[in-house]
C-alpha cells in the first residue's frame, strides 16, 4: 500500500495512511501555564481547549491511533501539580477513542508515571520508532537506526515557523510546515558503524509544528543550521536550502533558501557575525 501523508489544513496536524490511519500531533506542552505563571503571567488552562480540538480531528478523520510527536507535557525537570493533574485525564481520554503512541521529547522526563493505568497507551523510546512504516522521533536525539531506512520520516522539536517583515520593520510570524530530505554524508560521520548506502531510501522528511501557540518558534528563513535544535540539524544532516516550505493554509511558499532572501540583508549580517566569532 502507498504510504500517503497529508494535513489537516488550518491545523499543525498530519493524517498518515498506509495499513492503518494514524493522526500525528505535536509539542502541546501540557502545563506550560504553569511556567508562566511562575513567570508572572497567569493564564488559565488551556488543557480542554486543546483536548476538544483534538477529539474534533478524531470525530472528522476516525485515525486508528494517535501519534503524540514528543513534548506531552511542558516542565522540566520537575513535574508540576498541573501535569500531574491534566495528563492523566487527557492520555485517558484520548485513549477511550483510539491507541495512543507517544514518542517522547525533551519536555517529557518523568511521563513514564502519569500514563493512565489501564489504557490504551505507549511509551516508545526518546531516539524514535517505525510505526506502520513511517520513521517517527522527536527530534532531541539521534534517530535509531532503523529510521534511516523507512522511506518517510516525521519529526518536530524546532516548532517551525516563517517571519514575514515588512519595510517598516512590522513582523509577522506564521506556524509552517516543513518538507526537505536528509544528507547521508553527513550523517554517515555520526552512524559510522552503519554503511548507510545499503538500505538507504532517501528518506522524505516532515517537521511538524507547534500544536500549542503559546509555544512560539523557530523562524526557518531566519536560521542557519546551528540554530535549529536537535543534533541531526546543527550537524548539518537536514538538507536546509532546497526545503520546502508550506503555512497551515497549504500556502506552498517555495524553497527555503528563495524565503530568505526576503530577508537577505540581516541574514547575510547574522552570517558575517557568525564568522567573525
Known sequence: MTID????FNEPTLVVENEVSSLVIADIHLGIEWDLYASGFSIPSRMQKGLDRILGYIGSVDPDRIILL??????VPQISWQERDELPYFLSTLAEHTHVDILPGNHDA????LLPEGKDVQLHSSRGAVIDGVGYFHGHTWPAPELLEAEYII???????IRFTDPLGHAVVEPAWVRTRLKKE???AHYSSMDLSEGWKDPRVFIVPSFNELCGGVA???SLEDDLLGP????GGVELDNAEI?????????LLKHVRKLNGPKKERKRKEKGRR
Request: proline share 5%; net charge negative; charged share 20%.
Open 232 to 235: 541531526i540539524f546543527s550537524s
Open 246 to 254: 508550506y503555512l497551515l493554509d497549504g500556502t506552498k511558499l517555495g
Open 186 to 188: 553527513a550523517l554517515q
Open 5 to 8: 501523508i497529508k494535513p489537516i
Open 155 to 161: 519529526t518536530a522539536h524546532n516548532h517551525p515557523t
Open 110 to 113: 518523568g511521563i513514564e508515571f
Open 70 to 75: 514528543g513534548d506531552v507535557k511542558h516542565n
Open 220 to 222: 526557518f528563513n531566519e
